[in-house]
Nanobody
Framework: VQVVESGGNLVQPGGSLRLSCAAS????????MSWYRQAPGKERELVAT????????NYADSVKGRFTISKDNAKITGYLQMNSLKSEDTAVYYC?????????WGQGTQVTVSS
């Protein structure tokens, strides 16, 4: 299973970005997905998650109302829409695909929020 994130960039405070997570190498139609982030000198933080069956979502308090996680099962691709970005959102963002009790991580994509 391969997981590849894209969409990271430099953006000004208040701006928006959409991260993508493309997964391949499996045939399961049901999979869960999560986004984590890690800022310099800080521990890795769970940002958002979407379940495999119901599609229910959960968010860290720090991003509620600003970030939206979604996935397209047909394309085996997930997304993290990030709005109203703040400097404290600066981090490397990682996508994790959950399949039958196994977790597959991507390599990460850098998001920098700065004026």
């Amino acid at each position: 299973v391969q997981v590849v994130e894209s969409g990271g960039n430099l953006v000004q405070p208040g701006g928006s970005l959409r991260l993508s997570c493309a997964a391949s190498g499996f045939t399961f139609s049901r999979y869960g997905m999560s986004w984590y982030r890690q800022a310099p000198g800080k521990e890795r933080e769970l940002v958002a998650t979407i379940s495999s069956y119901s599609g229910s979502t959960n968010y860290a308090d720090s991003v509620k109302g600003r970030f939206t996680i979604s996935k397209d099962n047909a394309k085996i691709t997930g997304y993290l829409q990030m709005n109203s970005l703040k400097s404290e959102d600066t981090a490397v963002y990682y996508c994790v695909v959950h399949i039958s009790g196994h977790d597959y991580w991507g390599q990460g994509t850098q998001v920098t929020v700065s004026s």
